[in-house]
């Protein structure tokens, strides 16, 4: 009989293996301009659209991040979804069909135009950067993680196979490619979930025997581990990551119009919901079993090696890899895109060919999938902080100009700027400078605040945008 190790090796080869033959080629014919790179020539319909949008999110902050927060505070995480799915919400309705009829290719592309500010496209451009590389040190961490549990190797292995496979599929395939992947990943994720919970379930005796045993470890793990004051909180950073965040607007923005925006957002929430439910069972049956784990970020890739048999076991990992990989190539998308078409295609050489921008963005794309692997080797804190912290500057950055200038006249190229870096660094500073006498307040209403305050504020006293621009945006009166 093989062991864990082997399958996984195995399984894990022939997925990786599949995924660069199978779609590389086709990427290869159907990439032939930057603008199609980035966007698939709007071309995919609503069912691919929604499991692209769902893999997007569902990423080693669910799998191995959301699972270890079940694991160590029980039933209250669970309240992130309504959160996730408000999110959702204010994009379908809001922002995801009004962001694609407007043809912008990237956020900075909509806030230039919209805004009529080339500072606003760069200034935006390197915070999509910046916040991009917190949340991949977060996917490459989780990955180091899985290696490490299941091989005993050092994390640096996981990261470079990561980062092999998935720059490799990237750089050929663009968008495109990656959205027809997505749907293959999904699929492996809510099987390998729904496996996984039919074992979990009979190892542990069912959900009673499961309950029975939490109460016994720590009753707040049943009855509430967060106050609501928290649970607020943290339901308001996940729906404004989730409606502002520029790699879900940039597979909006690949897709066929308006309606297909609305049908995909609709199938994606179903996605989750059944993930959302899996993970839950997951998280607690892990803590009935291993009580006392070093750290809860081990509580997925040890429930493969140690519970269930070696096929589901590999199946499992070879998900949380694929989750892993699928959100690590949308932000290497959006991320490589503000490098060449909002600062090298837009400011650094306007006129440069499509061979050029194209060129720059598999460089950049190479360069941005290196520098956060340096960073999870540190291991900063566990991975669903960090997708967190990446959520939160998401949200504050970008939520308030994205969606009150897509849905009012009201607005200049001042305001706009002066929400959008003001509302992200009254988050930095809050998060990090602030006293435990308002521990209870987060960082993101602080931010949100500060970005509509100022938008609003410096918005009335500053020269609004040009009749010609609202009128590209919003027709005539």
Known sequence: MFDHATIFAVALCLYCISIILGFAFAGKVRSQSEENFLTAGRSIGPLVGGAA???????????????????ATGLDWIWIWP????????????????????????????LSL???????????????????????????????????????????????ILLIV?????????????????????????????????????????????????????????????????????????????????????RLSSMRDKATVRYAIGVCFII???ISVGILIVGLVIRSIFPYLLSADQASPLMSVAILPPLAGSIFLVALFSAIMSNVNSILLVSS????????????NPFASEKRKLLCNRLSLVFLS?????????????????VLAAARLVGCFFFVPVILGLNSRFGSSSGAIASTLGGGMAAI?????????????????????????????????????????????????
């Open 53 to 71: 949008l769902a893999a997007t999110q569902i990423s080693a902050g669910t799998l191995v991040g959301t699972v270890g927060r079940h694991y």
């Open 83 to 110: 959160g996730v799915w408000f999110g959702w919400l204010v994009s379908a309705v809001f922002i995801g069909p009004k962001l694609r009829a407007c043809g912008a290719v990237t956020v900075p592309d909509y």
């Open 114 to 160: 919209r805004f009529e500010s080339a500072f606003l496209r760069v200034a935006s451009a390197l915070v999509i950067i910046f916040i991009y590389i917190i949340s991949l040190t977060a996917q490459y961490q989780a990955c180091g993680i899985i290696f490490q549990t299941v091989f005993g190797l050092k994390p640096i292995y996981g990261m470079g």
């Open 166 to 250: 998935t720059a490799i599929y990237t750089t050929v395939g663009g968008l495109r490619v990656s959205s027809y992947i997505d749907v293959i990943q999904v699929a492996i994720i809510v099987g390998s979930l729904a496996i996984s919970v039919v074992i979990l379930l009979k190892y542990a005796g069912g959900l009673r025997a499961t309950g029975d045993l939490l109460t016994m470890l720590d009753p707040k793990l049943i009855r509430g581990w967060y106050g609501w004051g928290q649970i607020i909180s943290l339901q308001v950073i996940f729906a404004l990551g989730i409606a502002s965040a520029p790699n879900e607007m940039a």
């Open 272 to 274: 989750q919901a059944l």
């Open 337 to 348: 895109g503000s490098v060449s078409h909002d600062l090298y295609g837009k400011f650094i």
């Open 370 to 386: 290196l520098l956060p692997a340096g960073l999870a080797l540190y291991g900063f804190s566990d991975v669903q902080s960090t």
């Open 429 to 477: 500073y809050w998060e990090t400078r602030n006293s435990e006498r308002f521990a209870s307040i987060d960082g993101a209403e602080i931010g949100i605040l500060t970005a509509f305050g100022l938008y609003i504020l410096v918005g009335n006293f500053t020269p609004r945008v040009s009749q010609q621009t609202l009128r590209r945006f919003f027709g005539e009166r």
